[in-house]
């Protein structure tokens, strides 16, 4: 009585603790990448392009921690990369807020693990996001909003984004192990396997089958 009593009384302690745990490290992961856009991948140019690894950092921590979770990191990395570059706040607050919640959608739909979700979703989140912020500096009136540089910027970024995407992937991954819930439908996916898999199912069948007959024939099963 008194350890289930314990039990129940420590549980939201340790829910405190993991979403504490997990929280930190979001924002460590949003802090550093923030910092490496913009001091170390904003200034390079590739084929008039540039490496953005906020919205794809923004779209693994929503595989990872849910759609809470990328949403919040996020919403902090807009935030914190408008307030170091000193331009107007908002915009860049909510594409990633955007972006990290789509990222929770996919993550709880596919499993991200592989090279294609990661790609592709990492391709289009970059491709939309540039996409409206041009659009936002057309109806503000930017000379150079509509110009043929800015469709060559947006094409090249995107593919590079969707090359280093499932790069980006493990490496939020990587700054977020320990902290991360259990992902239950990868405990279903194993139990299915296990419980579909021809081999368990045969030894069942076998197994099943000799209790059967020793059952009926206990004198027959001893002189075996």
């Avoid at 935030?79 to 993550?107: A, F, K, N, T, Y």
């Avoid at 739909?109 to 592989?114: I, L, S």
């Amino acid at each position: 009585m008194s350890a289930a009593g314990t039990r129940v009384l420590r549980s939201p302690r340790g829910r405190g603790t993991e979403e504490s745990r997990l929280a930190m490290r979001l924002a460590a992961v949003a802090i550093v990448a923030v910092l490496l856009q913009n001091g170390l991948f904003a200034p390079l140019r590739i084929v008039g392009g540039q490496v953005d690894i906020l919205p794809l950092v923004a779209l693994a921590t929503g595989f990872l921690a849910g759609p809470t979770g990328g949403a919040a990191t996020g919403f902090a990395m807009g935030l914190l990369s408008d307030l170091i570059l000193g331009v107007p706040l908002g915009l860049s607050s909510l594409m990633l807020l955007l972006i990290g919640e789509i990222g929770g959608r996919v993550g709880n739909a596919r499993d991200p693990e592989g090279l294609f979700v990661p790609m592709l979703t990492g391709a289009v989140v970059t491709f939309v996001s540039l996409v409206a912020e041009a659009f936002f500096q057309v109806l503000l009136g930017a000379p150079s909003a509509a110009s043929w540089e800015l469709v060559q910027s947006i094409v090249t970024t995107t593919l590079l984004n969707g090359l280093i995407a499932p790069l980006v992937y493990r490496a939020t991954r990587r700054g977020l192990v320990g902290a991360l819930p259990r992902d239950p439908r990868r405990r279903r996916r194993r139990a299915t396997t296990t419980r579909l898999s021809p081999l368990s199912t045969s030894r069942g069948q076998n197994l099943s089958r000799s209790r059967s007959v020793s059952s009926r024939n206990p004198s027959r099963a001893l002189s075996g």
